[in-house]
T-cell receptor, first 111, second 114 residues
């Protein structure tokens, strides 16, 4: 199975940009990259997803490496409400549909 | 628009018992996925149902089984419970269950196996 690797934790100051990296060197050509975040005592919340091109939405930007072996979630201006565990996820259809979550990065935002 | 709901919120079982967890998907969604999340870990994909058929499965034994109903609500059944089955069980719904669409998660059911 493909897998994703993320740093265990990161810190950021409020109002500053945050770059959350993810390695997925075993990704297949048709796998989509999804990002979710999870606040304490809640289910994960969708953030953004993409295939090859960089993507932007109201929450964040997703930068995907040209070889697709890594990606970076960018929060343009971190707020205290962005403190959460961020999961880099692959949606794979190799053989059968499957979502593969990583171990997540716990983001701490400092006031 | 009603979000994803799960029941019960908490459950305590003993080893060897069977358990059924329930999920109501978001209005208009025809796909449900189930996940197991151990403490401090990321969610692990159990399986996905699209229009009442299982179309995806993770690395879980057959004692984890599911069902999706015509109204797209879903059940997760776990037989012969083991201590390691203690976890938060998450349900997520989406439209068409494919790589293009985001999933909406419920709050989860906390299962404790003694």
């Amino acid at each position: 199975d493909a897998k994703t690797t993320q740093p265990n934790s990161m810190e950021s100051n409020e109002e500053e940009p945050v770059h959350l990296p993810c390695n997925h060197s075993t990704i297949s050509g048709t796998d989509y990259i999804h990002w979710y975040r999870q606040l304490p005592s809640q289910g994960p919340e969708y953030v953004i997803h993409g295939l090859t091109s960089n993507v932007n939405n109201r929450m964040a930007s997703l930068a995907i490496a040209e070889d697709r072996k890594s990606s970076t979630l960018i929060l343009h201006r971190a707020t205290l409400r962005d403190a959460a565990v961020y999961y880099c996820t692959l949606f794979t259809t190799s053989g059968t549909y499957k979502y593969i979550f990583g171990t997540g990065t716990r983001l701490k935002v400092l006031a | 628009e009603t979000g994803v709901t799960q029941s019960p919120t908490h459950l305590i079982k003993t080893r060897g018992q069977q358990v059924t967890l329930r999920c109501s998907s978001q209005s208009g969604h025809n796909t449900v996925s189930w996940y197991q999340q151990a403490l401090g870990q990321g969610p692990q994909f159990i399986f996905q149902y699209y229009r009442e058929e299982e179309n995806g499965r993770g690395n879980f034994p057959p004692r984890f089984s599911g069902l999706q109903f015509p109204n797209y609500s879903s059940e997760l059944n776990v037989n012969a419970l083991e201590l390691d089955d203690s976890a938060l069980y998450l349900c997520a719904s989406s439209l068409d269950g494919n790589r293009y669409n985001e999933q909406f998660f419920g709050p989860g059911t906390r299962l404790t196996v003694l």
